[in-house]
Each structure stands twice: as structure tokens, then as C-alpha cells.
């Protein structure tokens, strides 16, 4: 017998116990899933923003969206998928509101599976014309974006922009994990496709 499905469903079951008991008002039960997840939460957005206390107020603020929707959730999804992709969700929009999302498409980032998708995330002062040249390839990977399917584009946000390791982005998307390796190694393929295509039009 496999121990870690054994882990993996008691640990299930224990969460819906609690999150029965928290949406019928239970605060201690909530809680103990707080104290469960808080730091798998907190290590997961710190790894998004890159600070310390943005992500402990994200944290907080996931946790808080969570109690005050629990009474939604469905039984039928893993509480931590639920919590992680709430939190996730979260810190996007935090994200875009501050503006501090770049895109990076001249350094190679290698990914798990041997692949590899090329941005740039660096912040340098650029000459004018240099300046040109990398705010056209941002035009041209926005719009090659913009072609792909909404499920492939959403993995390419989760991993490549927003560095989330490949297990973050099972949890936030709600998909197993060779299934976000497989769809990231075709999101790749798709986008390197459009790119070309939107380079050879323009």
C-alpha cells in the first residue's frame, strides 16, 4: 500500500471535517486549517512578490477571502487547491495593480521537463534605441500571447512570470502535475509558433 495516498486522503478528510465545521460558523475549526497552510501559503506568495511583508499581508488576505467564502466551497476540489488558488489569484491582481509584473524574453529559463522559454527580466537603462528594439519584442510576445488558448496562456503567467514552481502551479490551477508539464511544454511550443508568425507579419 502506498503511504503517501494513505497521508494524502486523511489529510483530505481531516480538511473537509474542519471545513464543514468552519462553514457552519465553527472559527476554531478554520483556525486549524490556517495553521495547516499559513506557511505553504506564505513561502508560495513570497516567491511571487519577493518580499517579506507583501507576503505576509497577501497571506492574510487570502486566508480572510477564504473564511468570508467558505460557505461556497465545493466539496468536490482539495481545500488546499481551493486556498492556493484563491491566494494566487490574489496576488495577480496585487501584482498588476503595482505594475511590478516584467516580462523577460532574452534570458533562456529552463524549465523541469527540458524545455526552455526566453524573457527578460531585467531592469537596466537602455539607449533609445534599445529601448525600441525591447519594447517591440514585448508588443510582439503580447500579442503571440494573446493567440494561444486561455488555459495555456494562464500556465505560462503562473510559471514563467510569475516563477511559480511546477508543484505551485498544479495547486493554483487545479490540474496534476504531469498534466502542467505537459501543457506548459505545448503552451511553449504554441507561443514560440504565433511569435514567429506575429514577427513575420509586422
Excluded at 148 to 165: A, D, G, N, T, V
Aim: hydrophobic content about 40%; proline content about 2%; charged content about 30%.
Amino acid at each position: 500500500m502506498d503511504l503517501n495516498l494513505v497521508t494524502t486522503s486523511q489529510n483530505t478528510k481531516d480538511d473537509r471535517i474542519w471545513v464543514e465545521k468552519a462553514q457552519k460558523g465553527d472559527t476554531i475549526a478554520f483556525e486549524k486549517l490556517l495553521r495547516k497552510y499559513r506557511k505553504s501559503v506564505f513561502y508560495m506568495l513570497l516567491k511571487m512578490v519577493k518580499n517579506t511583508d507583501d507576503a505576509e499581508d497577501l497571506t492574510q488576505e487570502a486566508f480572510a477571502k477564504a473564511f468570508s467564502s467558505i460557505v461556497r466551497f465545493d466539496a468536490t476540489y482539495a481545500f488546499s487547491t481551493w486556498l492556493f488558488r484563491i491566494a494566487t489569484n490574489n496576488c495577480i491582481d496585487y501584482i498588476r495593480k503595482k505594475r511590478v509584473q516584467t516580462v523577460s524574453i532574452d534570458q533562456p529559463i529552463e524549465g523541469e521537463d527540458g524545455g526552455s522559454m526566453q524573457f527578460d527580466l531585467r531592469d537596466l537603462e537602455a539607449d533609445p534605441s534599445e529601448s525600441v528594439v525591447l519594447q517591440q519584442r514585448k508588443r510582439y510576445l503580447k500579442m503571440a500571447l494573446e493567440r494561444i488558448p486561455e488555459k495555456y496562456r494562464m500556465l505560462i503567467e503562473y510559471r514563467y512570470f510569475q516563477e511559480l514552481s511546477y508543484e505551485e502551479v498544479a495547486a493554483a490551477s487545479g490540474l496534476p502535475l504531469g498534466t502542467v508539464k505537459a501543457q506548459l511544454f505545448r503552451a511553449r511550443e504554441l507561443l514560440n509558433i504565433e511569435m514567429k508568425d506575429v514577427e513575420d507579419q509586422i
